[in-house]
């Protein structure tokens, strides 16, 4: 026990010495998805996203990458009672597997999203009126190129739990929303690989 307790302050250094910093933005094609929608439809929006990652080698090509991002998603939403576009405020942390051969890689890994702000825009006909939960549970994958400081890439975000929690008088048929967003993002590392 007190071997691997001397050990682990010596793997983390290892583990930051090999690892970069670096910043990312995108745009996110996003849309809420799901279950019992009945007279509702939802259609992709187009949105951003921005933050910071951190890439740590773990062992040859394969390293671990969390990453902190505000990202803006949601729908067009149309309803028998009106129309409105939901743009749902997020602070992401996916933290993510990755396996980088020459200047390829790929990567995937879980994601939670914190709700921070809800606003609904360009309503019409008196549409809205969902609120949505606070956690956001994601699986994410995706891939891209990277060219020597630069990462080009592309990931999609599947939501796991249904987001909507307005109250209905029945929960059998309470339509159950999912956030689906595809990104395509620019990257910058800073320092050497």
Do not use: W
């Amino acid at each position: 026990m007190k071997r691997t307790l001397l050990l682990l302050p010596a793997l983390l250094l290892a583990a930051t010495a090999h690892a970069q910093f670096g910043v990312k933005a995108g745009i996110n094609a996003a849309v809420l998805d799901g279950e019992n929608l009945g007279s509702t439809s939802t259609r992709y929006k187009t949105y951003y996203h921005a933050g910071l990652l951190y890439e740590a080698k773990v062992l040859g090509p394969v390293s671990i990458q969390p990453e902190l991002l505000y990202s803006l998603q949601g729908s067009s939403i149309r309803t028998a009672i009106g129309n409105y576009d939901a743009r749902l405020h997020y602070l992401n942390l996916p933290v993510l597997a990755k396996i980088t051969v020459g200047p390829v890689f790929v990567e995937a890994g879980p994601q939670v999203g914190f709700l921070v702000a809800n606003e609904e825009a360009n309503v019409v006909g008196g549409g809205g009126g969902y609120r949505f939960r606070r956690t956001d549970f994601t699986l994410a994958a995706g891939g891209g190129f990277k060219l020597g400081n630069l990462l080009l890439g592309a990931r999609f975000n599947a939501g796991l739990n249904d987001i909507d929690r307005t109250p209905y008088p029945t929960n059998l048929n309470d339509p159950r929303f999912k956030n689906r967003v595809l990104q395509g993002y620019v990257a910058y590392q800073f320092g050497d690989d």
